[in-house]
């Protein structure tokens, strides 16, 4: 099993940049290709970012594609979000989660295992 916590979350204005990260348990974390989803209120979870198994790919949704930047470090059992230009349509709750596969995905239902999320509001 692995579990996941995500920090860095808050209050920014729009332009602004914001780092979030994501500690991952037990010691077999680099068999796990991560992803960051996001759900902003009303609206269904949707992909954002995911990375491989060793950090060497990364994935990303056009609308954060050239502002965002996922990487993961195996040995701190970490994966980390830098989101840059934050626009007020970024707000949403993020959240990390990771699957067992090498494979990366855009699909929520392929994920196996998922953090609490943290909240980005971003103002205009």
């Known amino acids: 099993q692995v579990q996941l916590v995500e920090s860095g979350g808050g209050l920014v204005q729009a332009g602004d940049s914001l780092r979030l990260s994501c500690a991952a348990s037990?010691?077999?974390?680099?068999?796990?290709?991560m992803g960051w989803f996001r759900q902003a209120p009303g609206k269904e979870r949707e992909f954002a970012a995911a990375?491989?198994?060793?950090?060497?790919?990364?994935y990303y949704a056009d609308s954060v594609k050239g502002r965002f930047t996922i990487s993961r470090d195996n040995a701190k059992n970490t994966v980390s979000l830098q989101m840059n230009s934050l626009k007020p349509e970024d707000t949403a709750v993020y959240y990390c989660?990771?699957?067992?596969?090498?494979?990366?995905?855009?699909?929520?239902?392929?994920?196996?295992?998922w953090g609490h999320g943290t909240q980005v509001t971003v103002s205009s």
């Open positions: 990375v491989s198994q060793s950090g060497g790919r990364t």
């Open positions: 989660a990771a699957r067992r596969s090498e494979l990366l995905s855009t699909q929520a239902s392929y994920y196996d295992y």
């Open positions: 037990g010691r077999t974390f680099g068999r796990y290709a």
